[in-house]
C-alpha cells in the first residue's frame, strides 16, 4: 500500500476516475518473479494476446495473470521482462523492416534506448485497481490530454519540478507505460504505438498514462487538491 494515507484500492481507483472523469478503470499490473508468488485466486488467461490488448482487457474489468506464453508480441513480452529480447527485436532488424526508421542503425539505436525489465519474470498479473487482489507494481491509465494534463498536475503538485515524457512510438503499453515506471519509479506518459492502437484499439484520442505504484496515494491525494 502506498504511503500516503488512502482506504484501499477501491477507493484510490475510484478518486482517480471520479476526478479524471474516466470512462475505464486504471489497470493494476504486478510483476512477478516465482511461480509462488502468482496473486491466489487468479487464473491464467485463456488466449494469446499482446500485452497492449491485456491492458485494455483489464481496463475493462477483466483480472487474469500471463506468462510469456500467452504474449503474443514478443518484442512487448522482452520489455516487460517475461523473455530476453528475440534477435531481430534486439538489433532493430524488426522496426527497420515495417519501415519504422530509416536505418538499421537508427532502429537499434531505438532500441537499445528503450526501458526493460531484469531478471526474468515468472507472470504478469492484471485487473482493474478497485479489484486488484495485489499490491500493483505498476498502475496503466488509458486517459484523453486533458485527464493526463491532470494526472500531470498531481504528480508536480507536493514537489514540483517537471514530468518528462520519454517515448518513441514503439513498444509504447510495454516498455513506456509498464518498464519504464517500473525501472526508473517515476511516471511517464506514451502517445501509444502502431500496435497498441491496431491491436488494443487505443484511441486515436488516447494516451497513455504509466504511473509508479508505490506512490499512488499520493497522486490521488494531488489530485482531491487540486
Known sequence: MSSCDVNGYEEISNRIKDKLGLTKSPVAIK???REEDIPEGISKIDESIRHCEMVQKAAQGATFYATVAEEKCKGGASAIGLMEPPEMV???????????????????R??????????IMKAIAYAPL??????PDVIVIIANPKQAMQLSQA????????VEADFSGIQSICADA???PYTRKTANITLGCSGSRKYAKINPDEVIVG??????GCVVNALDAL
Open 31 to 33: 510483476l512477478v518473479l
Open 90 to 108: 534486439k538489433t532493430g532488424e524488426t522496426y527497420y523492416k515495417l519501415k519504422r526508421f530509416s536505418s538499421l542503425g537508427a532502429a537499434k
Open 110 to 119: 531505438t532500441v537499445d534506448s528503450i526501458p526493460k525489465i531484469e531478471p
Open 130 to 135: 478497485e479489484t486488484a487482489p495485489f499490491d
Open 155 to 162: 504528480l508536480v503538485y507536493t514537489l514540483g519540478g517537471r
Open 178 to 180: 509498464v518498464a519504464g
Open 211 to 216: 504511473l509508479n505504484g508505490e506512490n499512488i
